[in-house]
């Protein structure tokens, strides 16, 4: 059964419509609630969120709900999702929730739930919650003596900063470094600086300044030319760009230029190879991962293991088969030896390390091999997925003959957005670039006709 509000991560839309209004919230709240909470002691859900103006009206409809399954709620505010998966664990939690809808504007809104282990649920445990969202919940309402009680909790910020400052090895500070950072306005606004700070770094931050609306506004992660600006402004060493809830992030080098998850996960993974900390023989990266990453890793004795795109998917195969590097090209890093799920601000850490360790230039590090020409576009779409027509598929299947062994094609649809996602690779960038034209367009008219 295709899951309704579920999708690659979590549940995501326009804030005040539908899935992503309070009611539904609290609905999940009370579904969540009654099936984490087992046994006879008292059940509790701690809540995050990043800094979008819809996040009070959520949050307090999720309290609303846990309470009413009679789920004690403790209230972190503004914090990283990661810091939410680590304190789901750290505090003994039942359930974990982030609200956020990550590097989306600020419209938009979303709900991801842990689990106590902190990992991300399974397809399984959110088709449960999915099926009693359009049920009468009154029957698992708790009895008046067991409703959930609501407060805040004060020092999650200190309990992250320390969580993410023992991150680096015990044999590196960051002393000597000017690092510019841009956080946003999302999450991380307060914690990613202070970690940097206190671990010896000089600091320059932009996108440190939330107003409920201005969450990545060109900013962060999705947006890193503001940053681009300021290291090139200030003579910074290195940029860390991260998004609106911090679980991912781009580096920009001393030059200016961007560095992607790709040529991260390379940097990361040779390196904990080198020194005999890598487990499962290779990274796991998604489906968009450039082809010049696999063939970097491949020369080193390393293997790729690919899986769809969504970090909960890299997650689940690093769990499955012993990896503890994987992540996303978007700048996604999952580094299981730390956390549960993606932490920009740790992967950065880890980039540092090797930047201080070499003595050399960001650009010198973390170039680590070059990529093939690739080229992603979107082609939005409405009604019925225009995959299934007749005359997009045999123009997808003439690609793929053409690309052959020479590279790779890569379409799919979005996991949050009407959008259908064109990618295709190779050595020949024209021939890359006449695939992907095509069959946009191809796809574009389906749309239209349909």
Sequence with gaps: MKKRYF????IRGQANRAPMTAEIAMKVGM???KIFRNGGHRHRVVIGKDTRLSGYMLEYAMVAGFAAAGVDAFILGPIPTPAVAMLTRSLRADVGVMISASHNPYQDNGIKLFGPDGYKLSDEIEKEIEAMLDQDLSPHFAAPDDIGRAKRIDGVYDRYIEHAKRTLPRDVTLSGLRIAIDCANGAAYKVAPAVLWELGAEVVTIGVEPNGTNINLNCGSTHPEALAQKVHEVRADIGIALDGDADRVIIIDEKGNEIDGDQLMALIGETWASDGLLRGGGIVATIMSNLGLERFLMSRGLTLARTKVGDRYVVEHMRSFGFNVGGEQSGHMVLSDFGTTGDGLVAALQVLACVKRTGKTVSEVCRRFEPVPQLLKNVRYSGGSPLENKTVKEAIAAAESDLKKNGRLVIRPSGTEPLIRVMAEGDDRGQ???????????????????
Excluded at 7 to 10: C, E, I, P, S
Excluded at 433 to 444: R, S
């Design 31 to 33: 579904a969540a609630g």
């Design 432 to 450: 890359i670039e006449q695939i992907v034209n095509d069959l946009t367009g191809v796809i574009a008219g389906a749309s239209n006709a349909a």
């Design 7 to 10: 999708g690659t991560d979590g």
